[in-house]
T-cell receptor, first 112, second 115 residues
């Protein structure tokens, strides 16, 4: 039972353009959502999060949008840079600080 | 946030043998977590390790296969026992949450290949 799904295993964009990574979830109890970025041979690093009481959270080039009715969230990166090339994991928890459920990840490649 | 040192970074092991993975944290933490990432799949929580008590295992994972030690608030080990090729994965330890709600910190991972 995959409660968090990232249906796109890979995404390729040009430098300077927008990258949009998508994530869907099925468990309506989830109320806290996070994005992690992972480079090869490194552990995932926390990128940005959003609580279910919000529909948008922005941090520099990164914005996360949450659509609770659709059980969908997305991560926008603009402008995309080659250094953003990594695997991005979506994660969700029932409450902030409780165990995380991860999606399968999306490999983002930003081409110069 | 905490800094985690995880080792080994990678290993190739014979089937039927065991491998112990270590995680050292630079500060005292209450909860440590062990994850597995099989090829092309998501990070799956194996167990939660609390100091002074037995680890709590998730469905599908058992102590005989993945024994965990947590002797103090800065250190934990995960052993992958009686390995088979299906155990080939990346294993990660994690601590948290940190100052940012939900912001767990991960070790760099151990890439295990069982032949």
């Amino acid at each position: 039972d995959q409660q968090v799904k990232q249906n796109s295993p890979s995404l390729s964009v040009q430098e300077g353009r927008i990258s949009i990574l998508n994530c869907d979830y099925t468990n309506s109890m989830f109320d806290y959502f996070l994005w992690y970025k992972k480079y090869p041979a490194e552990g995932p690093t926390f990128l940005i999060s959003i609580s279910s009481i919000k529909d948008k959270n922005e941090d520099g080039r990164f914005t996360v949008f949450l659509n609770k009715s659709a059980k969908h969230l997305s991560l926008h990166i603009v402008p995309s840079q080659p250094g953003d090339s990594a695997v991005y994991f979506c994660a969700a928890s029932v409450t902030s600080g409780s165990r995380l459920t991860f999606g399968e990840g999306t490999q983002l490649t930003v081409n110069p | 946030s905490a800094v985690i040192s995880q080792k080994p970074s990678r290993d190739i092991c014979q089937r039927g043998t065991s491998l112990t993975i270590q995680c050292q944290v630079d500060s005292q933490v209450t909860m440590m977590f062990w994850y597995r990432q099989q090829p092309g799949q998501s990070l799956t929580l194996i167990a939660t390790a609390n100091q002074g008590s037995e680890a709590t295992y998730e469905s599908g994972f058992v102590i005989d296969k993945f024994p965990i030690s947590r002797p103090n608030l800065t250190f934990s080990t995960l052993t992958v026992s009686n390995m088979s090729p299906e155990d080939s994965s990346i294993y990660l330890c994690s601590v948290g949450p940190g100052p940012i709600p939900g912001g767990y910190t991960f070790g760099s991972g151990t890439r295990l290949t069982v032949v």
